[in-house]
């Protein structure tokens, strides 16, 4: 996989990705909330600026989206840094264009929407799968956002969501374009080629010394080393301080039995059976509280519950079933039902229940006890809470402290480390654009690069990375950017030259075999004269099969070919990232058959449907655009 994506870095399937992770992210990202402002305005929007730091968090989470896609395949060579933030910034320029038009005709969201959304977000739910207000309130802490931010940006999202979906998914597609569809979805091209390997020509390339001091002249930005420093460190993780705090397996134990009720693995249920005598036009209040009274009299005087509810009960869910309406639990039933079911015992029969229906008479037949989780299946999770509620108890007070100490002392963090009892810790070397783990994070490298640590030589304001993490770092070292010597970067433009000049080569040697088949050559003869086969493919499919194993680029190019005329062949050439070249002949095309039931022809309808609403949606953001006033001020990466 890696391999395929290296030959594609270059072309459109790799960049189609990425440009939906970005787009995907931008127009719905719940971060925007969460940083202040930036020095630097990398494009505005009406007048609407956005920042530099804002585009370098959307960066990195378009880079993380990536990672979590390609797992160990992925490496962040196979992926521009200037096309990839590019990308980024359109994906926020678009999400403003959208804010903007939003806003201006006055689309809101109901409370309604908002509370579902909320309900469907699984980081919210408890152990049983359900919303937990206290889950809500814990999860937007640890993010550093209010309850009110969060709700703001979920209705922008609902509302980006439903703008998007009028427009997309309002495209009609007739039975006709359908089918139509299908057949060129289906069709298959007879195609033969040649390719020409770039390296066959790396062996007759010879590079001079003026061809390598002429490109090392020529593209000296290329081979200059960015500037790198290294900072020295304290932080006060609340985890990290949480973990340091121990309590006996007695006290864990202690705090279980005292708060049983936060570890139900099953409320109480009760099994129930009602009689049901309603209070409706013709029955009134006293007539329906006097039946059920001569009811309950009957059962008491020894009549058996079930038979009475099967003849007399008024419910036509439970009275072929004898009144049985099988396990509840509270929060299920009428409220004033629930109350009298909960208080009775069990094979007691209640007094007449008046609910919104009418009149019940109750009888709990078995009853489930409340179940708790057992204690060991929870003692971990309980040590963790008392560690780290024991923790919040000083973290507080040591980031507060740790604030005013290193700004106090702002020229070392060495007495500040000494005072507080906290190591010193150490960065690698890392640039301006960011690092590995805590130094991809902006705050921490916008913070190393600031004139404050950079120039000043002063400790960092305090950074909060989120509300239960914080970091103060100042210089420990810096390494200016320069020019790599010549003798370094030898090797390596003798390495890219033959590249290229190999697939000057090949691309060279197909232009000439082009020629050669259109004036009719046989080409099996054609290709022995550059020692290669010509390659008799047969019918291919517009999408692959399993085991197809050709180009996609081949694939894409023979699917633009025009329809051979007259019996005679197509013939093209192209050259591959990876430089190979390739010549091509189309001989012929083969529509697909039309879809072959109802149940097909709407799956493909609907395809072609969500195809033709992306466009409309597209073109939708393309009309925004022209519409609006923007200017982008994104400087080329420094290499």
């Known amino acids: 996989m890696l391999q395929s994506i290296r030959d594609r870095a270059q072309g459109i399937v790799v960049w189609a990705i990425v440009g939906l992770i970005i787009i995907t992210f931008a127009l719905f990202g719940l971060s925007s909330y969460l940083s202040g402002t930036a020095k630097s305005v990398v494009a505005s929007v009406n007048g609407v600026e956005i920042s530099e730091r804002e585009l370098l968090r959307e960066y990195q989470n378009a880079q993380r989206r990536l990672q979590q896609m390609l797992g160990s395949n992925y490496r962040a060579d196979l992926f521009s840094e200037e096309v990839m933030k590019q990308q980024v910034l359109d994906g926020l320029i678009q999400r403003e264009l959208i804010n903007q038009e939003l806003e201006a005709e006055n689309y ?35 993010q550093g956002m209010s309850s009110e931010l969060f709700e703001m940006q979920m209705a922008r999202d609902i509302a980006n969501e439903q703008l998007r979906n009028a427009i997309s998914r309002s495209s009609i597609v007739t039975d006709q374009e359908g089918n139509r569809f299908q057949q060129l979805q289906e069709q298959q091209r007879k195609i033969g080629y040649m390719r020409l390997p770039h390296q066959r020509y790396l062996k007759k390339i010879k590079i001079s010394d003026d061809d390598i001091n002429a490109y090392y002249q020529q593209n000296a930005i290329a081979f200059n080393t960015s500037q790198e420093v290294g900072v020295d460190y304290i932080e006060l993780d609340l985890a990290e301080m949480a973990r340091q705090i121990d309590f006996s397996e007695a006290e864990i134990k202690d705090y279980y039995e005292q708060n049983r009720q936060s570890y139900v693995s099953q409320p109480e249920q009760r099994k129930v059976r009602h009689i049901l005598i309603p209070v409706n036009a013709t029955v009134d209040e006293q007539q329906a509280r006097e039946q059920i009274e001569a009811l309950a009299a009957r059962i008491k005087s020894g009549e058996d519950f079930a038979n009475i509810a099967k003849t007399e009960s008024q419910d036509p869910g439970s009275a072929s079933q004898g009144g049985d309406l099988g396990f509840i639990g509270l929060g299920v039933m009428d409220k004033a039902f629930e109350q009298a079911t909960f ?21 709990v037949t078995e009853i489930k006890p409340v179940q ?18 024991q923790a919040e108890k000083r973290f507080y007070e040591e980031v507060d402290k740790l604030n005013n100490l290193s700004y106090e002392i702002s020229d070392s963090l060495e007495p500040v480390a000494a005072e507080m009892g906290l190591k010193i810790k150490h960065s690698p070397m890392f640039t301006a654009s960011g690092g590995q783990d805590l130094f991809a994070n902006p705050k921490v490298f916008s913070a190393a690069f600031s004139d404050e640590v950079l120039n000043q030589n002063r400790n960092s304001e305090l950074i909060e990375l989120s509300d239960t993490h914080v970091v103060v770092l100042r210089l420990r070292e810096q390494k200016v950017a320069s020019q790599q010597p010549l003798e370094e970067v030898r090797d390596s433009i003798v390495g890219q030259l033959k590249q290229q000049q190999a697939k000057e080569l090949a691309t060279k040697d197909a232009a000439a075999a082009l020629v050669r088949l259109t004036e009719a050559e046989d080409p099996k003869r054609v290709a022995a004269d550059y020692e290669q086969k010509w390659q008799d493919a047969g019918f291919i499919k517009r999408i692959p099969s399993e085991g197809d194993k050709l180009d996609n680029q081949i694939r894409e190019t023979v699917f633009s070919l025009p329809h051979p005329q007259d019996n005679q062949a197509e013939f093209t050439s192209l050259t591959l990232p990876g430089g190979d070249a390739v010549v091509l002949a189309l001989y012929a095309v083969k529509d697909g058959e039309p879809a072959a039931d109802e149940a097909s022809l709407q799956a493909v309808k609907q395809q072609r449907a969500n ?8 073109a939708f953001l393309a009309y925004l655009e022209s519409k609006a006033d923007i200017t982008r001020n994104l400087q080329p990466t420094e290499e």
């Open 611 to 618: 195809l033709s609403g992306q466009i409309e949606y597209n």
């Open 372 to 389: 708790l989780k057992p204690f060991d299946e929870v003692k971990a999770q309980i040590r963790t809470d008392l560690q780290t509620e």
């Open 108 to 142: 809101q969201v109901s409370p309604e929407q908002i509370v579902a959304s909320l309900q469907k977000i699984p980081a919210f739910h408890n152990a049983n799968g359900e919303f937990s207000a206290e889950n809500y309130r814990r999860v937007l802490a640890v």
């Open 343 to 363: 208080q009775l015992n069990k094979s007691q029969l209640s007094q007449p229940i008046r609910t919104r229906f009418g009149y019940h008479l109750i009888e």
